[in-house]
């Protein structure tokens, strides 16, 4: 398994048609998976490879951040790996791409097009 993501693991999400999306409310229709995906701060769909944000779980810029590279590197487990990582070594990735490519953030930003969150605003 890969010790951080890098832009050619992004790059790779991207192509292999991974998408992000950002959830400010509670959906309007959710089923009881997404229900209880909903009480984190982010999941990842391997069948709709599908990572999703709940921002209203999220405290800040940087908890935006990790959860972010922590969903995308799930994404790159399921895409790149026969075996799945245990939630420990993903939350790894997540904070050390956090601690040593935190710029890596501005990339997703752009290739996802995410918009602005409140978190980007305050700061
Ligand atoms: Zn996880």
Redesign the pocket.
Known sequence: MIETLSIEDIIYCYEEGVHVKLYSHLPRSLDIEQLKAYHQRGSYDPGEKKVAIYLSHITDLADYKTTLF??LA?AIDDLLFDEASS?EQ??QIGLQTYQQNPQLYDFIKGIFKLPNTRFERIE
Request: charged letters at 50%; glycine letters at 0%; zero cysteines.
């Open positions: 922590h969903e799930h939630e993903i939350e």
